[in-house]
């Protein structure tokens, strides 16, 4: 069993709410969690035909069966059960009574903040990161393999072929589940939309372009999109707002949570196309986003990511914020250091005086550069 990272962080949290829900894409692992975590409870899971109908009869009835709690899984298929939940709760303010577990973001979101506000905690669960694989023990942990295989669990656990089970997972998860959720019937239209979304990641939104291409109107595109989101196949990275408020760029940035995910969308077939391919900067700056979010999830923090950008072009790839502190962060996939490079973290800094910076790259160096900016090889990421 691969131990993740945010263990310590669910723990706290059980100890803290009566109730935790954990949310993160199909196959990151959340039931092995909850089960980990609930070992001496009963495991519910609602994908099954029988049990979802079950609770959705007699929702109340159903409930009775675990005065001591339990692991819901795949809560979100029995929405009117928070209600009962709620009443549950209430009359007993023990710590830790039930663990739910969704891939749906929007829609357990939307229960809990409606029915379990105040009562329950909220996790996130992506894909393996770095720090995670790296204890896996595996072979495949260079840069160009860590980028196709991407991080979900069962691929590193079982040594299975990133390119087969991502196939399957794209037409299982990708064209199946999701679009389910809105009864989309223009399959081809949606898949499309998908596999053409692959082609922005890293890139600024460009949704009326992305309407055009897709053959749909920009309001289906905006859900489309919402709907990506809520199953944690992407997510975009808002502009970061400041003094320069009227020449930055307001376009939000796409990146995928999963860059094994993305290469298979993208058409990559093997490791070693990566570093050739036209879209390996992208890439490789997906990834590293994608790690800094992983890495805030996992020890339970909520930190809002954003990037920079002005109307003539100097741009900062990543940038937050953390108890005053301001971090900017440009991603390099070259892997020698060339001044060039922090053109955008020098025009960003003279509006920041107190801000420091990163500038991560491929390579193996790091070294202090000018002022409070240092240069980090890639490998530093788990620490980020």
Known sequence: MITR????AARFALSQFRAVCLTGPRQSGKTTLAKQLFAHKPYVNFENPAT?????????????????GAVLDEVQRVPHIFRY??????????????????SNNF????????????RAGYLT????S??????????????????????????????LS????????????????????RNITNLAAFTKFVYLTATYAGQMLNRDDLARTTGVDTKTVLAWLGLLESSYLIHLLQPW???????????????FYDTGLLCRLLGITRPSSIARHAAYGAIFENWIVSEVKKNAFNEGRVEPLYYFRDNVGNEVDLVWERDGDILGMEIKSGSKFNPTMLKGLNFWRRNQPAAKGILIHTGSVSQPLEGPITLVPWTEVENL
């Open 5 to 8: 990272h945010i263990l310590p």
């Open 85 to 102: 939940l709620h009443e549950i709760l209430d009359g007993n303010r023990e710590r830790g009574q039930f663990l739910l577990t969704g």
């Open 107 to 118: 829609l357990l979101q939307e229960q809990v903040s409606q029915s379990l506000a105040g």
């Open 241 to 255: 707002h400041n003094n320069m408020n009227k020449r930055i760029i307001k376009s939000p940035k796409v990146y």
């Open 52 to 68: 979802e109908f079950e609770a959705t009869q007699h929702p109340q009835k159903f409930l009775r069966q675990y005065p001591s």
């Open 162 to 181: 990133a390119s087969e089970w991502l196939n399957s997972y794209v037409q299982t998860y990708v064209q199946r589940d999701v679009r389910l959720l």
């Open 125 to 128: 669960l992506l894909p393996l």
């Open 130 to 159: 770095y720090r995670e694989i790296k204890k896996v023990g595996k072979p495949r942990t260079d840069l160009t393999s860590l980028l196709f295989n991407g991080g979900y669990p069962e691929i590193w656990a079982e040594s």
